[in-house]
């Protein structure tokens, strides 16, 4: 069968070929071969093996240390998989017949991990030629309607090379203006964004207007124009109004539709799919992540949840350790998104990021752990929480922050997170600790389906690796 990109893209070439030289035809047909080989090149490490379609099997990993992260360590454990599901753990679980069993001696069982901080599937690399896709905002400044499900390429290079570090699930989510769009909550395997999908409306984005303020990135202070504090504020009042004035206009959109259902009598609103988008928000049905780092507009950003009667996470969070006081009283959800980054200012001690998650953790709020990367570095998630781990936090909390918090605090702790009968079996085997990065990874599952620990960065080690 004729691939149809390939197709048009010589005809495209033939058709050239007759107004043009014969080597303008020459280069624009080395152009398409560069454009599908990379293409090709790209996808090959997730596109074509059996595992992405047909039932997932049965399988038991038996004589593992096994760390279920909802209950107590097993040292001696065994986990059974079948249906795509977590069908048995503990100490003596019978191996159901014609499973196929692996031997878990040395070795260690978890559950898959969990960022609720990129932009998985919705941006690409560049190579041989072929510009890599940003496909992660749209045009205006309030777009609650677009959702990133629809943008998300099952296929990009960075999904193999994230989930064969032991990343099973993302919450992937567009980026720019002041409403970003809905996030979708997907598993890293599949043919289809549709296979992918947990949750394709998982969240509402917001981009919380900042306060005005004299620091800018890193460690330089920005020399302010007079009035330049009293302009930003102006900015930021009408942007946080904006949003105010769409999110009320969708609750009374809401109380139309509920009263028309109710009573055929009365006029049904005609439909308007930016408000229709934002009901299940303004209800407190699902969460709205605000991305926000900075105390003032953490502060801020919980207040207007409050007045709008939202469902609040905070994405970011460099500065929680300091309100981690306000964030416990006001019970709200936080996803650190800076623990391997550089401290804001200059007079910060070294540490400050890698202790926030600790701090948080001492005051009892619930918070989950990300790379906060696009996609690139999603894959360095076990390394953020490890260092996390060495600075403070507990090392179970560090292991529950990139599993089963982030489930929790996106709504899918009851599918996803931990090593509980019935939920998706996302399953990691290592041999050591999930967090160091020495350890690799020896088996892995998503929906239950043994997946090929291949990568293009696996694609590339084995073809240079014998070079000399």
């Known amino acids: 069968m004729k691939h149809p990109t390939r197709v048009k893209v010589f005809a495209r070439a033939i058709s050239l070929s007759r107004d043009f030289t014969s080597r303008a035809a020459l280069l624009c047909v080395a152009f398409a071969l560069t454009v599908v080989a990379a293409s090709a090149q790209q996808a090959s490490s997730n596109m074509g093996p059996a595992f992405l379609s047909g039932t997932p099997g049965t399988y038991a990993i038996r004589g593992a240390h096994v760390y279920p992260v909802s209950a107590p360590d097993i040292e001696n454990g065994t986990v059974v998989i079948a249906n795509g599901k977590i069908a048995a753990v503990g ?5 159901p017949s014609g499973a196929r069993v692996i031997d878990g001696r040395g070795l260690s069982v978890y559950p898959g991990m969990i960022d ?13 030629g072929a510009t890599g896709w940003v496909d992660t905002q749209e045009v205006g400044e309030l777009n609650p309607n677009a959702r990133a499900f629809y943008g998300i390429n099952p296929h990009s290079a960075h999904v193999a090379v994230t989930r064969v570090n032991g990343v099973t699930t993302v919450l992937s989510s567009p980026q720019g203006g002041l409403v970003s769009g809905q996030a979708a909550l997907v598993n890293l395997l599949g043919a289809t964004a549709p296979e992918m999908a947990v949750e394709r409306t998982a969240a509402l984005v917001v981009n919380y207007p900042r306060s005005g303020g004299g620091f800018g990135g890193g460690f330089f202070v920005v020399q302010q124009q007079p009035g330049a504090a009293a302009d930003a504020a102006t900015q930021r009042d009408r942007q946080v109004e904006q949003i ?6 969708a609750e009374a959109y809401g109380r139309a539709l509920d009263a028309a259902n ?3 009598r009365l006029p049904r609103p005609d439909r308007d799919v930016v408000l229709e988008s934002l009901v299940p928000y303004v209800r407190g049905l699902r969460p709205v992540v605000f991305r926000a780092d ?14 709008m009667k939202l469902k609040p996470v905070i ?5 929680a350790w300091k309100m981690a006081a306000f964030l416990k009283e006001h019970n709200v959800p936080v996803v650190i998104a800076g623990v391997l980054d550089l401290p804001n200012r200059e007079d910060d001690a070294y540490d400050l990021m890698y202790e926030n998650a600790s701090k948080l953790q001492a005051a009892g709020v619930q918070f989950a752990i990300s790379t906060g990367d696009t996609a690139a570095n999603v894959r360095d998630l076990p390394y953020h929480a490890g260092m996390a781990s060495a600075f403070g936090l507990p090392r179970d909390a560090a292991l529950r922050a990139v599993t089963l918090t982030p489930a929790q605090i996106i709504g899918a702790g009851s599918q996803l997170g931990s090593l509980d009968v019935g939920k998706i079996a996302n399953v990691v085997v290592t041999d050591g600790d999930l967090l160091e990065a020495r350890t690799n990874i020896r088996h892995l599952f998503i929906n239950g389906r043994d997946v090929p620990l291949v990568s293009k960065h696996t694609e590339l080690y084995n073809q240079f690796k014998d070079r000399k």
Do not use: H, P, W
């Not at 609720?116 to 041989?128: A, C, H, K, R, V």
């Not at 994405?315 to 500065?319: E, F, R």
């Open 91 to 95: 100490a003596s679980v019978s191996v």
């Open 116 to 128: 609720l901080g990129t932009s998985m599937g919705l941006i690409e690399i560049t190579e041989q």
């Open 244 to 249: 105010r004035k769409l999110l009320r206009d």
């Open 262 to 264: 109710a009573d055929a």
């Open 294 to 307: 900075r105390e003032a507009d953490i502060r801020a950003a919980i207040r207007f949840a409050e007045e």
């Open 315 to 319: 994405l970011g969070a460099n500065d």
